[in-house]
């Protein structure tokens, strides 16, 4: 058989045969889809850090400047310092970002809530061959004061001493009530108004000096007085009136020139040689009525009148010739003894503890007073008594331990400490409040408690009128069931008396407990979420007791209701503090959180060691020494009772 030739093959169908040569043609198509994917990726990683410290910025910027207003909405000043922390934050040009500037404003129909937003955009890299030259950034951000339910009550020093001047901190002078008018009012722009849906925030006032202001703020059960016909002890005065019954009465006669007494009119001499007018005769024998001894023993009483002019009896009305006289002298013998009202005439004024009656005085309406008297209408240093009285609704305290001394123990309250108890039950005269009724009170002297030289020298005191928990939708608005706004209420504030803090206390704490007389407004919010309880105390002295003041505890110096009646201004003063503390640790004991802030000038140095104690830890308490100072404080208690968090 003969060979056979094979065809040779040519280059482009062995090419096309060899799959060796794909991969080649393959990634020379893959380079710009991977080139545009993977810068896509730098790009989109740039972007989001860039973003990411954008957000950073802008919650910085929304929590600084919530925390700065002190307004109800944002003010200038507020927005400059969040921009100050957004721009720390974020400064410009980073990533190199495009400029732009952050819109920071009070949120629109919230403008407690603070909202910023910020957009600009960062160039691409890789992306711009592709036609992307820029990515836009865009955050938004808001903070606001996450508050709950919140009760807070304001005990507040409102002592004769508030009245004193004080820096305002910005190189002039005010008064100390005046900046804490002031600091309360930030205290609301700080904290704000709540909602009862979300978050209900109620403010309460408790003013206090020597006693509190909460009688008319209590149900009448609860004060002595409160049933018909009750009566609290005072140390007042009364007028002590004859007896009816007589023992002896004796009858003499006397001419007007002869001193010898004759038991008849016929065997009287005649008065010739020593003529007298009828006029005369007349005011002769209306010689005023003489008395003589003392109550409550016999007491004799002589009255004249005028028996014969001329030989006529009795003496005519009319007539001047000169004639002889004679007068009639009647000597009365009485066992004298307190007959209200009854006797035959007023004998004299006695001072001591005496029962009132109170019942009327507590409706508070004015009322006569019954220590007033027209024949003696002064004390016996010619103060005048004032013929009608009303309540102002300061009370006595109810009935306490007079054994507690400064070395007691503050672990727990006596049983029989009634006035120390903050939820026992107005049941009976130890447990309920009796009338501060200044008016009828004396020293056994005579002299009147009441007078305008013992009120301004804060010897007694009634403060302004405490105020229940409300909830204010704004510092102007007045809430149902009250008789002014926030601010009027603040403006109408008092500076009178002296200064005992556990008063003020203990009736910021009864007004705050939820298991208390006002358990009924406090236990439960709306809402029926927890309820946050505070009580902001501020003061600008140390507690000062005085034997010689009338307040809460009556009139120390005779009552003797917190010590014995000897003990001195520095003994009664260590007691008061004693008594404080034990407040203190049950009211924090109810889980009630206490911030305490001094005012004061700072040459006097810092409040005393009792009061910083009843703080509920040393973050709790501090001081002020300028009216703007005391306003940043007030703030400051704001700002963490609030608890600042970001919204969005």
Not at 285 to 303: D, R
Not at 417 to 432: F, G, K
Not at 462 to 469: A, D, F, K, V, Y
């Amino acid at each position: 058989m003969g060979k056979s030739n094979g065809h040779q093959t040519g280059f482009l169908a062995r090419l096309l045969r060899n799959q060796a040569g794909n991969t080649m043609a393959i990634v020379a198509a893959a380079i710009i889809p991977l080139a545009a994917l993977i810068g896509g990726g730098l790009d989109m990683g740039r972007s989001y850090m860039a973003r990411a410290r954008i957000q950073q910025a802008c919650d910085a910027a929304a929590l600084a400047g919530r925390r700065a207003m002190t307004t109800s909405s944002m003010t200038d000043s507020d927005k400059a310092e969040a921009k100050k922390f957004f721009d720390f934050n974020f400064p410009q040009g980073t990533f190199q970002t495009a400029s732009f500037t952050p819109v920071i404003q009070s949120k629109p129909g919230e403008t407690t809530t603070v909202q910023v937003t910020a957009a600009t955009t960062i160039p691409t890299t890789v992306m711009k061959m592709f036609g992307y030259s820029t990515l836009a950034l865009s955050v938004t951000c808001e903070s606001r004061f996450d508050i709950g339910n919140t009760d807070v009550m304001l005990v507040l020093d409102t002592t004769g001493s508030m009245a004193y001047s004080i820096s305002d901190g910005n190189g002039g002078t005010t008064t100390r009530l005046a900046a804490l008018k002031q600091a309360v009012k930030d205290f609301y722009d700080t904290l704000g108004a709540g909602s009862d849906s979300t978050g209900r925030i109620r403010y309460g006032f408790m003013p206090y000096s020597s006693t509190v202001n909460v009688g008319y703020q209590l149900p009448s059960t609860a004060l002595v007085g409160g049933r018909s016909g009750e009566t609290w002890t005072y140390n007042s005065r009364r007028m002590t009136y004859y007896n009816n019954t007589a023992l002896t009465t004796s009858t003499c006669y006397r001419k007007y020139n002869n001193n010898n007494c004759r038991t008849t009119l016929a065997t009287a001499e005649s008065d010739s040689g020593n003529t007298r007018t009828q006029s005369q005769c007349y005011n002769w024998g209306n010689t005023a009525a003489t008395l003589s001894g003392s109550a409550p023993n016999t007491i004799t009483k002589v009255t004249y009148t005028p028996e014969t002019y001329n030989g006529v009896s009795p003496v005519p009305s009319s007539g001047s010739t000169a004639r002889s006289c004679v007068r009639r002298e009647t000597t009365t013998t009485h066992n004298s003894g307190y007959v209200a009202g009854t006797g035959w005439s007023e004998l004299k004024l006695e001072y001591g503890d005496y029962d009132i009656p109170v019942s009327a005085y507590i409706a508070g309406s004015s009322i006569a007073n019954p220590t007033y008297y027209v024949s003696t209408p002064n004390d016996v240093d010619g103060e005048p008594v004032p013929a009608t009285v009303t309540w102002s609704g300061c009370i006595e305290e109810r009935s306490t331990d007079s054994t507690i001394t400064a070395t007691t123990s503050t672990a727990s309250v006596p049983d029989n400490a009634h006035d120390l108890n903050i939820d026992e039950a107005p049941t009976d005269t130890d447990t309920r409040w009796r009338p501060h009724w200044p008016e009828v009170e004396f020293t056994r002297a005579g002299a009147y408690l009441n007078d305008a030289t013992r009120i301004s020298g804060g010897w007694n005191a009634c403060p302004s009128q405490s105020r229940r928990l409300a909830s204010y939708a704004s510092r102007s608005s007045t809430p149902a069931g009250m008789t002014s706004s926030f601010n009027a209420y603040v403006d109408g504030l008092i500076a009178v008396g002296g200064t005992y803090h556990d008063i003020g206390m203990l009736w910021g704490a009864r007004f705050l407990s939820p298991t208390g007389i006002f358990a009924s407004d406090n236990a439960s919010a709306p809402n029926g979420f927890n309820i946050s309880r505070h009580i902001v105390f501020m003061t600008d002295g140390d507690m000062s007791a005085y034997q010689s003041v009338y307040g809460a505890y009556g009139y120390q110096v005779l009552d003797g209701r917190v010590a014995a009646t000897n003990t001195n201004d520095t003994g009664l003063t260590a007691i008061h503090n004693q008594r404080l503390q034990m407040l203190c640790n049950a009211v924090k004991g109810k889980k009630i959180t206490v911030w305490v802030i001094g005012f004061r000038n700072q040459s006097e140095g810092d409040i005393q060691t009792p009061l910083q104690g009843c703080a509920s830890s040393s973050n709790h308490w501090t001081m002020a020494y300028t009216a703007a100072s005391l306003s940043q404080k007030f703030r400051d208690i704001a700002k963490n009772i609030g608890g600042l968090r970001l919204s969005q």
